[in-house]
């Protein structure tokens, strides 16, 4: 009698596993609803509940007084961003060379750490008079101030991307013959760059709210001083107007932190894709 081969199992076939996360296309489509509805809201509520124009304008002025001075905008924008940008990159530098001094000499830990601390919770608002004093109505005091604002979260974030890796990881590198040169670029700078991409997304706005109060305090140029030339003349329209100029400079900002990740940190968790 000639056996028999048993039939080989079913396989019952695997569901697919459900997304994790929307569409970006779905997220921006809500975001453009819940932007559009607020605006509605504040369009017609606003007259119903009798709001005068000088305490809160409609959108539809808003919108129009931003056509109006769009280029009058641009051009004060764009001195607070060259204030902002080179704080930002000095911030960058100085927080990221700190934060190695830290690392690789720990005795210096217990020297710094407290110090920015103590800075830190310092009111930038109440001694920027005193950088206006000391550098005049120019750029330097805005840069200053963006500077400062702008150092403690990258210092913090630097600081645990370069000392917090496993002592495995570093022994492994070591083992495997990287250089103390290489370790650093391909172990603690490439674990470090998520935090120092994240800090900067914080530090960021920071850096140009220095640059505002910095121009708010003294000088005669920038956004800030074209908000508070409004204020003078109770010109609310035009305020809201420029607030829409910085919000938009900053999501741009913001945004291109993002893409930077997107591009050149696919091997995040954050960033793969489900």
């Not at 932007?35 to 304008?57: E, N």
């Not at 140009?208 to 030339?229: D, K, M, T, Y």
């Not at 109770?234 to 400079?249: C, E, G, N």
């Given at each position: 009698m000639a056996s028999q081969v048993p039939d080989p199992p079913v396989q019952a076939p695997i569901a697919a596993a459900p997304s994790v996360r929307p569409s970006n296309l779905t997220a921006s489509l809500r975001s453009l609803g819940a932007l559009a509805t607020f605006l509605l809201v504040w369009q017609f509520a606003v007259p119903w509940l009798g709001i005068p124009d000088y305490v809160l304008p409609l959108p539809t002025v808003i919108a129009h007084r931003f056509a109006e001075t769009f280029t009058l905008q641009l051009h004060h924008l764009a001195i607070t961003a060259v204030t902002t940008l080179a704080g930002l990159a000095i911030a960058l530098v100085v927080g990221v060379l700190l934060a190695l001094l830290v690392v690789y000499v720990a005795a210096l830990k217990s020297v710094i750490m407290p110090f920015l601390a103590a800075f830190n919770s310092i009111p930038k608002i109440a001694i920027a008079?005193?950088?206006?004093?000391?550098?005049?109505?120019g750029a330097e005091s805005k840069i200053l101030l963006?500077?400062?604002?702008?150092?403690?979260?990258?210092?913090?974030?630097?600081?645990?991307?370069?000392?917090?890796?496993?002592?495995?990881?570093?022994?492994?590198?070591?083992?495997?013959?990287?250089?103390?040169?290489?370790?650093?670029?391909?172990?603690?700078?490439?674990?470090?760059?998520?935090?120092?991409?994240?800090?900067?997304?914080?530090?960021?706005?920071?850096?140009?709210?220095?640059?505002?109060?910095?121009?708010?305090?003294?000088?005669?140029?920038?956004?800030?001083?074209l908000v508070l030339a409004a204020q003078f003349n109770l010109d609310t329209p035009l305020v809201f107007a420029a607030l829409v100029s910085i919000t938009?400079?900053?999501?741009?900002g913001i945004g291109l932190i993002t893409l930077f990740e997107r591009r050149y940190l696919k091997w995040r968790p954050s960033q793969r894709v489900r």
């Amino acid at each position: 009698m000639a056996s028999q081969v048993p039939d080989p199992p079913v396989q019952a076939p695997i569901a697919a596993a459900p997304s994790v996360r929307p569409s970006n296309l779905t997220a921006s489509l809500r975001s453009l609803g819940a932007l559009a509805t607020f605006l509605l809201v504040w369009q017609f509520a606003v007259p119903w509940l009798g709001i005068p124009d000088y305490v809160l304008p409609l959108p539809t002025v808003i919108a129009h007084r931003f056509a109006e001075t769009f280029t009058l905008q641009l051009h004060h924008l764009a001195i607070t961003a060259v204030t902002t940008l080179a704080g930002l990159a000095i911030a960058l530098v100085v927080g990221v060379l700190l934060a190695l001094l830290v690392v690789y000499v720990a005795a210096l830990k217990s020297v710094i750490m407290p110090f920015l601390a103590a800075f830190n919770s310092i009111p930038k608002i109440a001694i920027a008079p005193l950088f206006v004093i000391w550098f005049g109505l120019g750029a330097e005091s805005k840069i200053l101030l963006a500077f400062l604002l702008a150092l403690f979260p990258i210092f913090v974030n630097s600081l645990t991307g370069l000392g917090e890796i496993e002592p495995d990881i570093l022994d492994l590198s070591r083992l495997a013959g990287g250089s103390p040169y290489r370790v650093f670029t391909m172990v603690r700078l490439m674990h470090a760059t998520p935090y120092i991409t994240d800090a900067l997304k914080v530090a960021f706005p920071l850096a140009l709210v220095g640059s505002i109060v910095g121009e708010f305090i003294g000088g005669n140029r920038g956004i800030g001083q074209l908000v508070l030339a409004a204020q003078f003349n109770l010109d609310t329209p035009l305020v809201f107007a420029a607030l829409v100029s910085i919000t938009v400079f900053t999501t741009a900002g913001i945004g291109l932190i993002t893409l930077f990740e997107r591009r050149y940190l696919k091997w995040r968790p954050s960033q793969r894709v489900r």
